[in-house]
C-alpha cells in the first residue's frame, strides 16, 4: 500500500511564500515522476509542476519564475516552494505520483497516486 501525505499549505498574504511538502511512503520499488496539482472553486484541476526521476522539471505557464518545484529521492519526497504568491494560486493543492510498487519479491505494474490535498489561501 502507497500513501502520500501532504504538508505546508495556509494562509498567507498576496506576495508571501509557502513550501509544500509530499512524502510518499509504503511498498515502493521505484519512483517516476511527481508533481503538484491544483483546483480552485469551480474549476478543473491543472498541472502546476511537474519532475522527473531525471530531476528534469516542467511548469505551468502562470506559475513559472515563482513556483519551484524539487525532489529528494532518499526521502521520498516532492516540494513546491512557492514564492510572489498571488490571490489567483488559492486552490487546493494535490500531489502525485507514478510509481512501481513490490509486493513480496514481486514489482507491481506502474500505477498514478494522489494525495488528498492541502488548501493553500492567498489573500490580497
Known amino acids: 500500500q502507497v500513501q502520500l501525505v501532504e504538508s505546508g499549505g495556509g494562509l498567507v498574504q498576496a506576495g508571501g511564500s509557502l513550501r509544500l511538502s509530499c512524502a510518499v511512503s509504503?511498498?515502493?520499488?521505484?519512483?517516476?515522476?511527481m508533481g503538484w496539482h491544483r483546483q480552485a472553486p469551480g474549476k478543473q484541476r491543472e498541472l502546476v509542476a511537474a519532475?522527473?526521476?531525471?530531476?528534469?522539471?516542467n511548469y505551468a505557464d502562470s506559475v513559472k519564475g515563482r513556483f519551484t518545484i524539487s525532489r529528494d529521492n532518499a526521502k521520498n519526497t516532492v516540494y513546491l516552494h512557492m514564492n510572489s504568491l498571488k490571490p489567483e494560486d488559492t486552490a487546493v493543492y494535490y500531489c502525485?505520483?507514478?510509481?512501481?510498487?513490490?509486493?513480496?519479491?514481486?514489482?507491481?505494474?506502474?500505477?498514478?497516486?494522489w494525495g488528498e490535498g492541502t488548501q493553500v489561501t492567498v489573500s490580497s
Open positions: 509504503g511498498s515502493i520499488f521505484s519512483i517516476n515522476a
Open positions: 519532475i522527473t526521476s531525471g530531476g528534469s522539471t
Open positions: 502525485n505520483t507514478d510509481l512501481l510498487g513490490c509486493n513480496g519479491l514481486a514489482v507491481t505494474p506502474r500505477k498514478e497516486y
